[in-house]
């Protein structure tokens, strides 16, 4: 069975930095597209990014708020997708899902399944 | 970006009965070359992550119950529960995937009447 499992949520100061863990079983994660989807609490869901499977170049899109300050990777070894987060604003504070990114040989698409999120809280 | 816009943003229904939430895309998220409307749907309790329902605007994710539809067209877009069962009581989210950001609707929530 595909499985995902967010980790390195926590509380950190505006300005600081956290990187969260998304770790699969059940498939090769450089196989996938793979999205990075928040949820501030109380509210709707938010794209973060994304990034291509190694075939189609690995390569990786940022949403407005975030890029220039996230950065999307994939350790191949540990099977594990990453979100490196750096410059921390207050509005960052949200639950950060991963997920597969598209199926059935279509990508940049709908996401499932998702792994159970962690909270990220920027807070001084 | 292409905002996603859903009604009702609350839907009290009665348990058997029929509900439809409602989905309005700002700009056409037909993809050229599939022909097939861009759209999925999802479904969130509290607690848990989304999961999807549907994709392509009216496939079924496998396992979905079948009392679960999708259908729309152009710019609009409709998810039914044929008879709302207790469980189905969530947050709906529709999602566009037609352009990058994928961006999604508000939400929905589904409670029993």
């Known amino acids: 069975d595909v499985q995902l499992v967010e980790s390195g949520g926590g509380l950190v100061k505006p300005g600081g930095s956290l990187r969260l863990s998304c770790a699969a079983s059940g498939f090769i994660i450089t196989n996938a597209w793979m999205s990075w989807v928040r949820q501030a609490p109380g509210k709707g869901l938010e794209w973060v990014g994304r990034i291509k499977r190694k075939k189609d170049g690995g390569t990786t899109d940022y949403a407005a708020p975030v890029k220039g300050r996230f950065t999307i990777s994939m350790d191949e070894s540990r099977n594990t997708l990453y979100l490196q987060m750096r410059s921390l604003r207050i509005e960052d504070t949200a639950v950060y899902f991963c997920?597969?990114?598209?199926?059935?040989?279509?990508?940049?698409?709908?996401?499932?399944?998702w792994g159970q999120g962690t909270l990220v809280t920027v807070s001084s | 970006d292409i905002v996603m816009t859903q009604s009702p943003d609350s839907l009290p229904v009665s348990l058997g009965e029929r509900a439809t939430i409602n989905c309005k895309s700002s700009q056409t998220i037909l993809h050229s070359s599939k022909r097939k409307n861009c759209l999925a749907w999802y479904q969130q309790k509290p607690g848990q992550p989304p999961k999807l329902l549907i994709y392509?605007?009216?496939t079924r994710e496998s396992g979905v119950a079948d009392r679960f539809s999708g259908s729309g067209s152009g710019t609009d877009f409709t998810l039914t529960i044929s008879s709302l069962q207790a469980e189905d009581v969530a947050v709906y989210y529709c999602q566009q995937y037609y352009s990058t950001p994928p961006t999604f609707g508000q939400g929905t929530k589904l409670e029993i009447k």
């Open positions: 392509w605007v009216s």
């Open positions: 997920a597969i990114d598209g199926s059935s040989g279509f990508y940049e698409a709908w996401f499932g399944p």
